[in-house]
C-alpha cells in the first residue's frame, strides 16, 4: 500500500511517483512490515502534509507480498531451540531485492502503472523496478540508482540519535525492514550489507513488540528535519540534542508558556513578559541547564567545558554539577 493509495480523490498526496516540481520526493521511504496498517498514524499531522506536498514519499509494504506458500509463511522455529519464531529469510531477501532494484547500470525500464499517469518515467533513477508487495512503479532508471540505506530497528542495535536522524534525512532512499518474533533471520543484514549501507538500530533500552513502533518513531524524526516540513525553519536547529551545535546544543529545552498569564493561580515566570530578549534568552539557559542537570545528568556531564560560561558554571553548581564540563572528572 502506498499512503497515497488510501486517498484516490486527492493527487496531492500521491508518492514518489508523481511529484510535479522535483519529478519525484527529495526522500523516498519504503516500509516492510506485516502489519501496514501499522503505519496509518503516517497520515496524520506534519508527516502527512509532507508526503501530500510530495517532499518525502512513503511506501509502506507488505512482506507477505513476498511470501510465495498457501499460507505466506513468514516465520519458522530457532535453528538451536528456544522460544519464540524467527523470521524466514527469503521473504526478506526478495523484499530487498524489488526494492533496493538490480545493480547500478541493470535498471530496466518500467511502464507506467494503469490509472496513475506519471508513475513511470516522472523519477528517473530514484530507486527499483516494479514493486509487487505494493503496486507501485518506478522511474525510467535512465539514471543509476544510489545505494539505499537499509534501517533496521532491533533492541541490539546501535542507539538511534538525532545527529543520525540529520544524517539519514540527507539521503535519497530509504528501507525500514519491521520484525517481528523473536527477530529476523542474521543472514538478512549480511545479504544486503553485499548491496547497501545496513544500519541496525534501537530507539531505546525497552523491549517493543516488534519493529513497527519504532520505525514509526525514526521515520517521524527523519522527516520532520527535510525542508518545509517544519512551519518555523529554526525549529529543528533550536532543539535539544540539535546535531547543529546550536547555542542549546546539548541541552534538554526548558519549560515553554503561552496565555493565559495566570492560570489556576500560577502565573508566567515575569521575565517571559519583559520584551527584554538579553534576559529571555538567559533565562531560557537557565533553565535548560537545570532540567539537563536534573533530568539528564548524562548529557550534563557531556557539556563540552568551552561551551559554558561563568553563569552557565553557577546555574550547574547550584544544580549540583560542582565545575560542569566533560574534561573534568566526576
Ligand atoms: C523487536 C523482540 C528481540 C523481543 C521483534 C522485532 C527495538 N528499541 C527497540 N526495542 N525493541 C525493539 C524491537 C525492534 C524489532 C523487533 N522484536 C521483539 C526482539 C528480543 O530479544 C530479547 C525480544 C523489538
Redesign the pocket.
Known amino acids: 500500500m502506498r499512503l497515497s493509495d488510501r486517498q484516490p480523490g486527492r493527487p496531492a498526496l500521491a508518492g514518489w511517483a508523481r511529484h510535479p516540481r522535483t519529478g519525484g520526493a527529495a526522500l523516498r521511504i519504503d516500509i516492510v512490515t506485516i502489519f501496514p496498517e501499522f503505519f496509518a498514524a503516517l497520515r496524520v499531522s506534519l508527516i502527512g502534509k509532507a508526503i501530500a506536498r510530495g517532499d518525502v514519499a512513503i511506501a509502506v509494504h507488505d512482506l507477505r507480498a513476498w511470501a510465495h506458500d498457501p499460507h505466506r509463511t513468514v516465520d519458522d522455529a530457532p535453528f538451536g531451540g528456544g522460544p519464540g519464531m524467527v523470521m524466514k529469510p527469503e521473504p526478506w531477501g526478495e523484499a530487498l531485492d524489488a526494492l533496493a532494484g538490480p545493480p547500478a547500470g541493470l535498471v530496466a525500464g518500467a511502464p507506467a502503472r494503469p490509472g496513475q499517469p506519471g508513475a513511470g518515467g516522472s523519477r528517473a533513477g530514484r530507486g527499483p523496478g516494479p514493486v509487487p508487495g505494493s503496486g507501485a512503479v518506478r522511474g525510467s532508471g535512465a539514471e543509476p540508482a544510489a545505494a539505499p540505506v537499509l534501517i533496521v530497528?532491533?533492541?541490539?542495535?546501535v542507539p538511534f540519535t538525532q545527529a543520525m536522524a540529520a544524517e539519514l534525512a540527507g539521503g535519497a532512499h530509504l528501507i525500514v525492514a519491521?520484525?517481528?518474533?523473536?527477530?529476523?533471520d542474521s543472514r538478512v543484514t549480511e545479504y544486503a550489507r553485499a548491496r547497501m549501507t545496513v544500519r541496525e538500530v534501537?530507539?531505546?533500552?525497552?523491549?517493543?513488540?516488534?519493529?513497527e513502533p519504532?520505525a514509526l518513531v525514526i521515520v517521524d524524526a527523519i522527516c520532520r528535519l527535510l525542508p518545509g516540513v517544519l512551519g518555523n525553519a529554526c525549529s529543528a536547529a533550536d532543539d535539544s540534542f540539535g546535531a547543529g551545535g546550536g547555542p542549546m546544543s546539548g541541552l534538554v529545552e526548558g519549560p515553554v508558556y503561552t496565555r493565559p498569564r495566570v492560570w489556576h493561580g500560577m502565573a508566567v515566570p515575569a521575565v517571559l513578559l519583559s520584551g527584554d530578549h538579553g534576559a529571555i534568552a538567559r533565562w531560557r539557559r537557565d533553565q535548560a541547564l537545570r532540567r539537563t542537570a536534573r533530568n539528564r545528568p548524562d548529557l550534563a556531564a557531556r557539556l563540552p567545558a568551552s561551551a559554558l560560561d561563568a553563569r552557565d558554571r553557577e546555574v550547574l553548581a547550584a544544580a549540583g554539577f560542582a565545575a560542569g564540563g566533560e574534561d573534568v572528572a566526576h
Open positions: 530497528p532491533t533492541p541490539s542495535g519491521c520484525g517481528r518474533y523473536e527477530g529476523i534501537s530507539i531505546g533500552d525497552y523491549v517493543l513488540t516488534g519493529g519504532a
